[in-house]
T-cell receptor, first 112, second 113 residues
Framework: NAGVTQTPKFQVLKTGQSMTLQCAQDMNHNSMYWYRQDPGMGLRLIYYSASEGTTDKGEVPNGYNVSRLNKREFSLRLESAAPSQTSVYFC???????????FGPGTRLLVL | KNQVEQSPQSLIILEGKNCTLQCNYTVSPFSNLRWYKQDTGRGPVSLTIMTFSENTKSNGRYTATLDADTKQSSLHITASQLSDSASYICVVRLRAGGFKTIFGAGTRLFVKA
């Protein structure tokens, strides 16, 4: 039982490049989330998926898109990376929306 | 504005000592409050959850308190260990349609031998 897994662990991009961050959970959770964590700030919600087939914007969705591929997988895409998107990205899941969230190990992204 | 403020920003204590971390929130309407522990390079892990009617919750050496009237919570760590070195994050959920969760910026705790 791996919990929540994320790939890649680290990534360096040039401004304007695109990439997709992958997230998968094996706990049969219905809800999944993407956050970014910046120094001195709390985790901020980018997008979430309350259940398979639905996605909604969070607090800071600009510059990102998501796909809930199936119940297990929730991906985050940066279409044209900007230096302001340098951050640590965490995926999380919960049994239902709003309940205790289980976090992945994070993806550290540097945009030059 | 819904906010969660934590203090201190960072704290250094000696192994074996106790410490208390503070969380003040202006979130309304309040649903519940969680404390998470985040080890360096890892994702946060839930320690405790408290609803409006609960004012104390323990998890081993961790004890969280909640005063819903003053909108304050604390996390007390007893007999600290080196493995307690981490960031501790206070998270408040609104009682509203859908869900909205506000994360504090965290307190960075360093436990020294």
């Amino acid at each position: 039982n791996a919990g929540v897994t994320q790939t890649p662990k680290f990534q360096v991009l040039k401004t304007g490049q695109s990439m997709t961050l992958q997230c998968a959970q094996d706990m049969n959770h219905n809800s999944m989330y993407w956050y970014r964590q910046d120094p001195g700030m709390g985790l901020r919600l980018i997008y979430y998926s309350a259940s398979e087939g639905t996605t909604d914007k969070g607090e800071v969705p600009n510059g990102y898109n998501v796909s809930r591929l199936n119940k297990r997988e929730f991906s985050l895409r940066l279409e044209s990376a900007a230096p302001s998107q340098t951050s640590v990205y965490f995926c999380a899941s919960s049994e239902v929306q709003g309940e205790t969230q289980y976090f992945g190990p994070g993806t550290r992204l540097l945009v030059l | 504005k819904n906010q969660v403020e934590q203090s201190p920003q960072s704290l250094i204590i000696l192994e074996g000592k106790n410490c208390t971390l503070q969380c003040n929130y202006t979130v309304s309407p309040f649903s519940n409050l969680r404390w998470y522990k985040q080890d360096t390079g890892r994702g946060p892990v839930s320690l405790t959850i408290m609803t409006f009617s609960e004012n104390t919750k323990s998890n081993g050496r961790y004890t969280a308190t909640l005063d819903a009237d003053t909108k304050q919570s604390s996390l007390h760590i007893t007999a600290s260990q080196l493995s307690d070195s981490a960031s501790y994050i206070c998270v408040v959920r609104l009682r509203a349609g859908g869900f909205k969760t506000i994360f504090g910026a965290g307190t960075r705790l360093f436990v020294k031998a």
